[in-house]
């Protein structure tokens, strides 16, 4: 009777104290749910993905107390709460801000700008990154991939350009871009005022690319270096490549951990932007 009386008693305490948090991340704009969001603990590679309709579940049962909660999406301001104040509140339902755009309209004239296309082109078959999944949990691809810019003058982004070797799923897929300040040589705040997620079927990749065409937004980067990333946010069935370019460098991190910088190989994302032209001195 002692022995089922201790297991019944550690049990319990085990299922009391059990931390596994759920809730719905939601727009504070319109308190619509925002679907394919990472929730996760800041510098640790613990969270998960909310579904369709903004649902989470997040087991914070083990994790230092001390840490922050941390909910970041392009185009909106970044949540972030301390775990214990986090787990002691009575909603854990999330509302993330819409950051103001403040950025003024600027019209673009043929004499003052012209095109151009960063980063890597590369469409290699063999060399890539590869994502495989039998189920449709997030576990294969909870990483975000990113490759840095430098930029030494007044750019708008118009296009993101991601070479993709294979695509064999059984429905489309969600792509998550984000663009990032730097600090520290690492990605650091991202500088988008709209969220940039865009749904991939195969039919969208041409000659093996697929073009998420942004120059309706107003993405501006001033004489300062930046990163562009890209994460897979749905799941599927099947298997996704992204030509990759080898002796490059790119920038790793699973859900809110540290970003990791990999100077292997780094994925085909180039991009199409308007770049001011240098000044003309009159003699």
């Known amino acids: 009777m002692r022995l089922k009386f201790t297991f019944l008693f550690l049990s319990i305490f085990g299922i009391t104290n059990s931390q596994i948090i759920s809730g719905r991340i ?17 510098g640790e590679n613990i969270g998960t993905i909310t579904d369709e309709n903004g649902n989470y579940k997040i087991d914070l049962t083990n ?6 909660v941390t909910v970041q999406l392009g185009g909106y301001n970044s949540f972030e709460q301390d775990i214990q104040n986090f787990i002691n509140s009575n909603n854990h339902n999330i509302v993330l801000k819409e950051k103001v755009n403040e950025i003024a309209e600027v019209k673009l004239s043929p004499k003052t ?3 151009k296309n960063w980063g890597i082109n590369t469409k290699a078959k ?34 993101i350009n991601l070479n ?16 990032y300040s730097e600090e520290k040589s690492r990605p650091s705040k991202s500088i988008l005022s ?12 041409k000659d093996g690319t697929f073009t998420y065409d942004i120059s309706d937004k107003a993405i501006w980067i001033d004489n300062e270096d930046f990163y562009v990333s890209v994460q897979i946010v749905s799941g599927f ?3 996704i490549g992204f030509s990759a370019a080898l002796l490059s460098t790119v920038y790793i991190r699973s859900y809110y951990d540290k970003w990791q910088k990999i100077p ?13 032209k240098d000044k003309k001195i009159k003699a």
């Open 26 to 42: 939601i727009s504070g704009e319109n308190n619509n749910s925002i679907p394919y969001v990472r929730i996760g603990v800041d």
């Open 63 to 68: 994790v230092d107390k001390s840490k922050k």
């Open 113 to 115: 700008y012209e095109n």
């Open 126 to 159: 063999k060399v890539g990154f590869w994502y495989n999944s039998n189920d449709d949990s997030h576990g294969n691809w909870r990483e975000e991939i990113a490759i840095s810019f430098s930029n030494k003058k007044k750019v708008k982004i118009e296009k």
């Open 164 to 179: 993709v070797n294979q695509f064999d799923t059984n429905k489309p897929v969600l792509l998550n871009f984000n663009i």
């Open 194 to 205: 709209e969220v940039l997620t865009v749904e991939l079927t195969k039919d969208q990749i």
């Open 237 to 239: 069935k099947g298997k």
């Open 264 to 276: 292997a190989g780094a994925p085909a994302i180039n991009i199409d932007v308007k770049i001011a």
